[in-house]
Nanobody, 122 residues
């Protein structure tokens, strides 16, 4: 059974930084791809960033978000800098065991974390 455990969410002032973490367990050889999505109130869940054979970013976050990965611990991180009000959302970690995907769509991911809230507050 695959399990994803997220940490690092919270309340941050505009312009501040945050580092989210997600550790996957349960696959003998680890996930092939791991990703971050987010869902703001009243909106669809959207792709943010992914790590597979290379890194993928949504165009809207490319300049401020950095995804990194520790394959030894099956952990991914999302460094978010210069936080803006529109970054407020529930952030979800996801994992996929599959090769050859696009890695930017929800349907390619088998398992999801519980989500954690990021609040932008001055």
């Amino acid at each position: 059974q695959v399990k994803l455990v997220e940490s690092g969410g919270g309340s941050v002032q505009p312009g501040g930084s945050l580092r989210l973490s997600c550790t996957a367990s349960g696959r003998p050889y680890g996930p092939y791809a791991m990703a971050w999505f987010r869902q703001a109130p009243g909106k669809e869940r959207e792709f943010v960033a992914a790590s597979a054979s290379r890194k993928y970013y949504s165009a809207s976050v490319r300049d401020r978000f950095t995804i990194s990965r520790d394959r030894g611990t099956n952990t991914i991180y999302l460094q978010i800098d210069n936080l803006k009000p529109e970054d407020a959302a529930v952030y979800y970690c996801a994992e996929s065991p599959y090769y050859g995907g696009v890695y930017m769509v929800r349907e390619e991911y088998d398992d999801w974390g519980q989500g954690m809230k990021v609040v932008i507050s001055s």
